[in-house]
């Protein structure tokens, strides 16, 4: 009657298809009271139950006479002994519990518990749920719904694991079960056969039987006006289910993303994650200056000098020329406020100026102030991007630092995650190839693989390592300093420029590129001995060279944007009437504007040389099918790079956000195909689960934080030009707001107050600072609550594994009590044999 017991989950020959029972609190109280019942007073009452029990099986072993007059029975039962020694000896290493001989009073209470009753009778099964509906019907009246029941109050199903019910007896039972789930609301209903510990065939059954009879029985007793009624909300309800299948199918790029996440994984997939949330980051951006800033001086343009250059086509390239004298530019802008009546009055399309209003001109209805428009766009703009910057990343943070070990979501992918609406031929094939990649993923990381090194490795490696961290420090300090010296000279080279009697426009608005294009083929090539270094170091996992890559791809493009930064403020605001400027602001933002336009096109030229023509050579002339792998760390600082020179420029170049919405939209589309035909899968698949966090950080603090300051010390300390632009004849910027702030409390002596907060919260950096530590501690604060989620879910996934310990103790514990209790009947019947 002993038989082995194995507790552990992984071991092959456990029961497929258990199911946990509906109210697993009441079994948890269940065996802790048959535990305590065990335990009390020594365990004399139940020893002495078990050892009845035992007593009665064995004089029904010794009463089987068939048994015993067999004449092989002491054969068998030697045979069978050494079998089942075997067994524990093989089986007893992998648990402790499977070297023991269970009584039949434990295997008694093993074979009640929930984990082996539950599934194994099917008649049981419905005949329990059969009088939960009964009990849910009679409490209906009192109670709406099923979720209000206490735990004790629910059924338990123990009791049905042993019984099987006879073939005619489950027939009716079902039908009296499909009756009251007909007699149910439709939520109980579906609450009902949710936790039926039946197969999904099973409940669909009962589920359509169900709706058969209630459409049967309804048919008569519903009365056409709620008959209508009903139909009417089953339309609504369907056209509204139609009208969300639609809004999704509009979300951008959703089935190319896909194609890429299913071939390449989510390392590929998180480029084109970021590269669209920069596209909508540049889209608010437009929508905010082109309603407050572009439009309206577009509606009212000033009058233009004469002498306006013509379009030649090189201002594509260098922005100057034909396009300086638009609203793309700083310079355009007026520094007067916009007054609607002045339209009709002799035909003046633009009066009421900063200091001196003519009095024909003055109307208090559909003015615009331009120039505080223009301050207060920018800093709202800024200011709204901080907060979406700082909300995604602290999302981003919960999302990824989340208790997500590989066994669970394992087991959640091979199980749950295929939609079976899905019927296109088309869409299965992209599911599966989504699935396989994923599962690849998680498998990479459910076994790693981790090579124990030598100390002479150990030391080998960390002097490889510092050689590459050297030789990329060493390159991008020369490539800096490269960059520093060669914008110094073209800054004198525009001195000599607009002091020399000889000038061709053309080919001065050429030489204007050199500086762009050089920062560009920089940006190019030395990411490419950044990936040598990297070759050379043979990073075992994937994840971990990305991750090296990204920084010193960061240090590049921090040291090359800081540079520029110092350039364009420190040499060309400085000074500008040394190389004939008469509004700097302009020409910063023509060469932000190039900086841009050559980064895209040393982008294109990348795409065109580094996967598409070395797929050609690798293929047509090395003869191998290896095609190269997508540089992920290079592509998403690029992203960052652009991203980075767009907020820079929106001051000096209001439509600077639209020319980055172009190019992000042809970069889409030019890197996914290319990404399509030229590049394969990493040979090793990894989950970049916290990549996605470490792009928005990257966006977020070295970038968005950098061109912050940047734009800041511009407006407030640096002296805008006195001959154009909404800021003309004042000392900074910011005078704008306070000018602005002067005047109403000079109209009106009750808002001194708003003046009083002006000075305190807009003047003073303080609030800045204030500000800018508040985001931090929100997003400290933030990581701690994860932090202190993840280590919760972490004591709480092992106080499950000790109560599993526990139980197998527990257990372990009344086997013994019975042995102990067993051991003097032994000998008292040993004795008795003998006299």
């Known amino acids: 009657m002993a038989q082995n017991v194995n507790f552990d989950l992984n071991y092959p020959l456990v029961e497929a298809g258990i199911e946990s029972p509906a109210d697993e609190e009441g079994v948890h109280d269940s065996f802790s009271l048959l535990i305590a019942e065990q335990s009390q007073d020594g365990g004399l009452s139940d020893a002495f139950e078990l ?23 002491e054969f068998r039962d030697r045979r069978q002994m050494r079998r089942d020694q075997e067994w524990q000896d093989n089986e007893g290493q992998a648990d402790p519990l499977m070297g023991e001989r269970w009584s039949s009073a434990t295997m008694k209470v093993l074979s009640s518990m929930p984990s082996r009753t539950i599934g194994r009778s099917r008649g049981a099964i419905i005949s329990q749920y059969y009088n939960r509906t009964m009990q849910l019907r009679r409490r209906r009246q009192s109670t709406p719904a099923i979720r209000d029941f206490s735990r004790s109050a629910r059924p338990s199903i123990r009791g049905y694991g042993i019984e099987v019910d006879s073939t005619d007896a489950e027939v009716s039972k ?19 056969l949710r936790g039926m510990p039946l197969s999904v065939a099973e409940k669909s059954e009962l589920r359509s039987l169900a709706l058969q009879k209630e459409k049967q029985t309804s048919g008569s007793q519903i009365p056409c006006c709620s008959q209508l009624k009903y139909y009417i909300i089953i339309g609504a309800r369907q056209s509204w289910y139609s009208w969300l299948n639609f809004l999704h199918s509009l979300q951008l790029w959703q089935v190319a993303l896909k194609r890429v996440s299913g071939r390449f994984g ?85 009066a009421s100026f900063s200091n ?33 910057l700082v909300y995604s990343m602290s999302k981003s943070f919960g999302q990824s630092f989340r208790i997500d070990k590989s066994h669970s979501i394992l087991a959640m992918k091979v199980l749950c995650s295929w939609d079976f609406k899905v019927i296109k031929k088309t869409s299965v094939k992209l599911m599966s190839e989504n699935i396989s990649t994923q599962l690849k993923e998680l498998l990479a990381e459910v076994d790693p693989k981790h090579v124990k090194n030598t100390a002479c490795q150990k030391l080998w ?51 204007l590129l050199a500086l762009p294009v050089v920062v560009s083929l920089i940006n190019l090539l030395l990411p490419g001995l950044f990936n040598l270094a990297a070759w050379m170091e043979d990073y075992e996992s994937p994840s971990v060279r990305t991750y090296v890559a990204i920084c010193r791809n960061l240090m590049l493009k921090v040291s090359v944007l800081g540079l520029l930064c110092y350039h364009w403020l420190g040499r060309v605001a400085a000074n500008p009437k040394s190389i004939g400027l008469t509004c700097w602001e302009s020409f910063v933002g023509q060469e932000l504007y190039r900086f841009l336009l050559m980064d895209f096109i040393f982008t294109l030229l990348d795409t065109l040389f580094g996967e598409f023509l070395w797929r050609l050579f690798s293929e047509k002339v090395l003869k191998r099918r290896r095609k190269p792998v997508f540089d992920i760390a290079r592509n998403v600082l690029d992203l960052i790079y652009g991203q ?99 005047e109403l409390e000079k109209d009106n002596p009750n808002l001194s107050v708003l003046a009083r907060a002006h000075s305190y919260l807009v003047e003073n950096p303080f609030f800045l600072f204030v500000g800018a530590g508040i985001f931090l501690i929100v ?15 972490s004591l709480l996934q092992e106080q499950i594994e000790n109560e599993g310990e526990d139980k197998k103790f527990l257990i372990t514990r009344l086997q013994s009590i019975h042995e102990q209790k067993r051991t003097p009947a032994r000998r008292l019947r040993s004795q008795d044999s003998g006299c």
């Open 266 to 350: 989510t390392g590929v997939l998180s480029y084109f994650l970021f590269l669209k949330t920069l596209l909508f980051f540049n889209f608010f951006l437009f929508l905010v200056t082109g309603a407050f800033m572009v439009l309206p001086q577009a509606v009212h343009p000033p009058v233009l000098p004469a002498g306006r250059s013509s379009f030649s086509g090189l201002e594509l390239l260098t922005g100057a020329g034909y396009f300086s004298d638009t609203v793309m530019y700083y310079g355009y802008y007026c520094n007067y406020t916009l007054r609607k009546s002045c339209r009709d009055d002799g035909g003046v399309q633009n």
């Open 51 to 73: 050892q009845q029990l035992q007593i009665q099986l064995d004089e029904e072993d010794r009463d089987n006479v068939a048994y015993m007059s067999s004449p092989g029975h």
């Open 174 to 192: 079902r039908d009296r079960l499909v009756n009251n789930l007909q007699n149910l609301s439709v939520s109980d209903r579906v609450r009902m």
């Open 461 to 511: 490696r960390l002097m490889v390592h510092g050689l590459a961290w050297t030789i990329c420090i060493a390159s991008t300090t020369a490539c800096v300093l490269a960059i520093y010296y060669f914008s110094d000279y073209m800054h004198e080279n525009l001195q000599q420029t607009s002091r020399s009697a000889d000038k061709n426009p053309l080919l001065n608005e050429a030489s």
């Open 644 to 742: 980075t020179l767009a907020w820079l420029g929106v001051l000096f170049t209001p439509l600077l956000p639209i020319v980055q919405i172009l190019k992000l939209l042809l970069l889409f589309y030019i890197k996914k195909s290319s990404v399509m035909m030229n590049c394969q899968a990493p040979r090793k698949p990894y989950r970049v689960s916290q990549m996605t966090t470490v792009f928005i950080t990257l966006l977020c603090f070295p970038s968005f934080l950098g061109a912050s300051v940047c734009v800041t010390i511009t407006m407030w300390s640096i002296t805008p030009s006195s001959s154009c632009g909404p800021f003309r004849e004042l000392k900074t910027m910011f005078q704008a707001g306070k000018r602005w702030v002067e």
């Open 356 to 388: 001196q209003t003519r009095l024909d001109c003055v109307s208090k209805h559909l003015s615009y102030n331009m120039p505080l428009a223009y301050f207060f766009t920018i800093g709202v703009a800024f200011f709204i991007t901080c907060i979406i």
């Open 779 to 793: 997003i400290y604060f933030h990581s701690q609550v994860v932090d202190g989620q993840r280590k919760i879910i």
